[in-house]
């Protein structure tokens, strides 16, 4: 079974921007499935697609985050990765990578998440 | 319309059947998924496609699709299935993918 896990700052300043990584474990990120993706949730809110990554390169990104969000990977260390940029308050969330080898947008697996609070 | 619309709470008497809903245009054209959440604990899809579950989703959990509308059904609801719940789906134009903003079931 496929296994994330996000890693990064919990804390970040105002402006600053957020980097994260997920890594794939228990088996190659070739295989885990060729979508992956980026949610997070406000604290005590629902849940927020960021923007998802295709095995190809091709990238999508939410329209509200579209300017400040970017997704890469790297399969050659079963990495996925966000950045998004001049963090505010509002960017403060629970921060999920997820990934699935069913149709693109059903995200099948799931990191534990990791918190990040943006403040100064 | 990108946007998917969920009843913020619903309950249900243990044992008892419980329908919960989301509307949106895309739900024309794509299935929805749906995702069981407990406190502190990552989503877990339960539903996804016309009506089909990942391994190890118990088959009280059941989902259909009419129009703009989905379902997702828990016939005999047990206790540890109380949690929110959101379904999602891929918008009218295929490239992004919008959530519901999640049911809070109550198992009464």
């Known amino acids: 079974q496929v296994q994330l896990q996000e890693s990064g700052p919990g804390l970040v300043k105002p402006s600053e921007t957020l980097s994260l990584t997920c890594t794939v474990s228990?088996?190659?990120?070739?295989?885990?499935?060729?979508?992956w993706g980026w949610i997070r949730q406000p604290p005590g809110k629902g849940l927020e697609w960021i923007g998802s990554i295709y095995y190809s390169g091709r990238t999508f990104y939410n329209p509200s985050l579209k300017s400040r969000v970017s997704i890469s990977v790297d399969k050659s260390k079963n990495q996925f990765s966000l950045r998004l940029s001049a963090m505010t308050a509002a960017d403060t969330a629970e921060y999920f990578c997820a990934t699935t080898s069913l149709a693109p947008g059903y995200f099948q697996y799931w990191g534990p998440g990791t918190q990040v609070i943006v403040s100064s | 319309s990108s946007e998917l619309t969920q009843d913020p709470a619903v309950s249900v008497a243990l044992g008892q059947t419980v329908r919960i809903t989301c509307q949106g245009d895309?739900?024309?054209?794509?299935?929805a998924g749906w995702y069981q959440q407990k406190p502190g604990q990552a989503p877990i899809l339960v539903i996804y496609g016309e009506n089909d579950r990942p391994s190890g989703i118990p088959v009280r959990f059941s989902g259909s699709g009419l129009g703009n509308t989905a379902s997702l059904i828990i016939t005999g609801a047990q206790a540890e299935d109380e949690a929110d719940y959101y379904c999602?789906?891929?918008?009218?134009?295929?490239?992004?993918?919008?959530f519901g903003g999640g049911t809070k079931l109550t198992v009464l």
């Open positions: 999602n789906s891929r918008d009218s134009s295929g490239d992004h993918v919008v």
């Open positions: 895309s739900l024309k054209t794509y299935h």
């Open positions: 228990d088996g190659s990120i070739s295989s885990s499935g060729d979508y």
